[in-house]
């Protein structure tokens, strides 16, 4: 593609596509994404984008990118892949591609994770003024926008800049710009942020590299705790371990990065020196990595330390009859199938002989015995209780019912759709969720939510009253270019009612 920019060191592909939109004067976000991937619906996505093909051919003349690289030079996967299982991370190089439909943020844990997204885009603007000389633009890098990492090492603490993320700007790319990142003085960082900053500048950094695996991360923990002294057998100490944590960390910015420890036995930091079942965020990690280490030690050489974990080979008994006796084969298995008919397969281990049947069989007739427990498998029913569905949806649909009075539908500028309804309301994701328990919402969305064509239509009635109010010739052009609407998109219902408005003045 033609005039399609080349990204900056440590540039997001985010802040990337919004240049390119500033360079060729697109205002409208829609016709952006049209350009761009050829695909209306793509999300503008700052941290985990998709879509990395389409980018990679339109860099293709340049010849320095593929998507792996373009993936950990221009977005945050290197803040996440060398913590999760080698597969996971081939396989979201795989989504990255093409459309993931979110598969990304769910398989690297940030969907869930605990430490939230930064809330609006972060700059330091002595760092943009340099930009401006350099490159003569602003841009957004990528290590403004990672949670913890809230100071630039040369100059301050990280300021948010006067741009939303998310929330109704699904599509658009805000480019950095004066209007957006003011020049102010900056306050000087605390000591927390340089820690993070400088770990999260070395991740950042890494080249594409295998990944260690779960056993082998549990495996560095437990001699990580024993090297300290905070080992007592096999035992992990974690008290002392708390408590040398908060010596390094102060506990409201760890509450305030979604870190808060407790005594609870579930608590992160207890986990973290467990066998590791699932991944822990580069935060977790530099959090307990610094306080154990502290002085001058460097993430990348604790992944490589990690990569070099032998993990213990385990020797499981293959399920085999050679060398049973068969009448003692025999006598278990009927021992076994009448305490399962009787009593199911969980209460039939703790009935007489059971205990001894289940194990015999497990080591010796494996394969039979799975077969005939799940012929007598009863799954669980398990029943919320605690939740008054039937209230909360009196409740939300009263909320809702406000909104709908106090919405001025000539300055929303947005198609109140049910996700935009949603959003308005705490928890949208738990009231996504369960509408299907929540029939007065439903009702009130079937009522309420507008199709495009109602959308398009208040577009033209809000520019026409403006019109009016300055005086101005209600043209057929002039309405149409103000209120974004083109031939090609405008619906037979919304050309109608223009016909009816406007006329035939064009």
């Known amino acids: 593609m033609y005039n399609f920019p080349i990204p900056y060191p440590d540039e997001l592909i985010y802040s990337t596509l ?95 994770s605990r430490v939230k997204k930064v809330s609006a885009l972060r700059y330091c603007p002595r760092c943009m003024e340099i930009q401006k000389q350099q490159f003569g633009e602003y841009y957004w890098r990528r290590i403004w926008q990672v949670k913890g990492a809230n100071c630039c090492l040369e100059h301050g603490e990280l300021l948010p800049a006067e741009v939303e993320r998310y929330l109704h700007h699904w599509h658009h790319y805000f480019a950095a710009s004066p209007e957006a990142c003011p020049i102010v003085d900056l306050a000087r960082p605390i000591s927390e942020s340089i820690d993070v900053t400088i770990q999260v500048e070395r991740l950042l950094a890494q080249s594409p590299m295998l990944s260690a695996s779960f056993s082998q991360w549990s495996i560095y923990y437990k ?121 199911g397969t969980k209460i039939s281990r703790r009935k007489g002989r059971g205990g001894a049947a289940y194990a015999w069989l ?42 709908r009075k106090d919405i001025n539908e000539y300055r929303e500028p947005s198609r109140m759709t049910r996700n935009w309804y949603l959003f308005q309301l705490e928890s949208p994701s738990s009231i996504e969720k369960n509408l299907h328990k929540l029939p007065l919402c439903n009702m009130f969305f079937d009522r309420y939510c507008e199709e495009v064509s109602d959308y398009q239509i208040r577009r033209i009635n809000r520019v026409v009253r403006e019109l009016e109010l300055k005086h101005l010739n209600a043209k057929r052009w002039r309405v149409m270019r103000l209120a974004g609407l083109s031939e090609e998109r405008i619906t037979m219902k919304a050309r109608e009612y223009m016909m009816l408005i406007v006329g035939g003045n064009f």
């Open 18 to 112: 919004a240049r390119y939109g500033v360079h060729l004067g697109i205002t409208s976000p829609k016709q952006l994404l049209e350009e761009v991937y050829n695909d209306r619906k793509v999300i503008a996505t700052v941290d985990l984008p998709s879509h990395l093909s389409s980018i990679c051919k339109h860099l293709a003349d340049c010849g320095r990118y593929n998507t792996e690289s373009l993936a950990y030079r221009h977005t945050l996967l290197p803040l996440y892949a060398p913590f999760v299982p080698e597969e996971r991370r081939k396989q979201c190089l795989q989504w990255m591609q093409g459309n993931s439909m979110g598969a990304v943020h769910l398989a690297l844990g940030v969907a869930a």
């Open 362 to 403: 497990y080591r010796h007739d494996r394969e039979w015995l799975l077969a005939l427990n799940g012929k007598y498998h009863d799954p669980i029913q398990c029943v919320n209780k605690r939740v008054d569905w039937k209230e909360k949806d009196r409740k939300i649909v009263r909320k809702l019912i406000v909104i």
């Open 223 to 343: 001699e990580l705790a024993a090297d300290y002294g905070f080992c007592r057998g096999n035992h992990i100490k974690h008290a002392e371990i708390k408590e040398k944590v908060l010596n390094q960390w102060s506990v409201q910015w760890l509450v305030d990065h979604g870190l808060r420890i407790d005594d609870t036995d579930s608590n992160w930091l207890r986990s973290i020196f467990r066998k590791h079942r699932n991944s822990f965020s580069y935060l977790e990690h530099i959090v307990v990595l610094q306080a154990l280490l502290s002085g001058s030690w460097n993430i990348s050489t604790i992944l490589d330390e990690v990569r070099l974990r032998n993990v213990p080979i385990r020797r499981i008994v293959a399920p085999t009859n050679i060398g049973v006796e068969l009448s003692l084969q025999t006598e278990y298995r009927r021992c076994w199938g009448k305490l399962l008919r009787q009593y």
